[in-house]
């Protein structure tokens, strides 16, 4: 007797349906089944959909925005200025396990279950890595949260003890962000620097890179050249790459090649992106985000992320990642048939190679981490942006929402 067996759903939007039978917190079956089961759930032919995983959020700068003070200009500078105040003066353990928990619960109940968070590692106490360690050892029974250690004041100044207090605390993966180090060869120093602490400590790299609109900001083809080089391949993901957006042609071509043959990935944030890029561009102004179809389209692992969630660096954000991928759509102009499988790929499969998922996806023998959602298509999904009706994590049930329903009376006000 299956300890779960769910029925009538489609699986990925296949017209197909199927049912999928669960035993010790693995999916064990898929097919039409009769076998008797613990629980029967009625899956009302909704989408049975792996879980949608972020690649790349703050969760140690979210729901600070408005304190001390409100981000006036709306500019990144100033949100770095407000952050750094915000650390000095207000940043506790309890304050980042509080509204860590409370992001990671409007990520659960969106269907999201796998998580790279970034941390900043800038401050002395590293306050906010101790915490979110913690909160990973707590989420962990349903959630997998990885924790990036990222020096948001750069490397330069403190030469990598910060990243290396962070690997011993227990970092998946560490960062650099060489756009904002004074020079390009203290640039190009911190990533070496990052690449031999990764390569000594076996952890991932996940680079802050060319976040910036100016188009002279190269860093890209120094981490394509390292990944290659370190044989660290896919286990490298930049995120933005907003500069290449401003990159000539040619260049940009190159650079494309560069990125496919290195296996490294790219992850975009277009929630951020969209509000901060391009604010200094005269007109006509960029769109923010970098070329996100023309690398998928050559066949580079590109990811959607949510990032930001109410920073000083951006005063929205729901955790959804269905919003960022529907922001997705029009900034990367992925409104053609098949861009909507693309975008749906970018915050699903593609991000969980991001962060080197195993045993990803509705098959037998994998986890059953899945979501029933109801959505015909990758089309209707993001056009709509439907929550998920139940999450489902390791053949457990942790979240259910009943759609918002509405009576419309047109038909009585008419009579
Ligand atoms: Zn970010």
Redesign the pocket.
Known sequence: MYDVLIKNVKVSFSEKKSDIAIQDGKIVKMGRLLAPAHRIIDGREKAALPPYVES?I?LDTALTCGVPRPNESGELFEGIELWNAYRTHFLTEEDVTRRAHTVIEEMVKQGILFVRG?VDVSDPQLTALHALLDVKKEVSPFLQLQLVAFPQNGLAKNGGAQLRRALELGVDAISAVPHLEPSREKGIESLELCFGLAAEHEKDIHI?CDEIDDGASRFAESVAYLAAESGLGSRVTV?HLNAMAYYPEAYARKLTGLIKAAGMNVVT?PL?STAMQGRLDSWPKGRGITRVKELDEAGVNVAVAH??FLSPFYPLGTGSLLSAGHMLLHQAHMTGTRDFEAVYRMMTENAARVLGVKQYGLQEGHPADLLLVSADSAHDLLRRQPMAELVMSNGRIICETIPAKTTLWTEQAHI
């Open positions: 790349h703050h970034m802050f995120s944030c951020i990032d930001d």
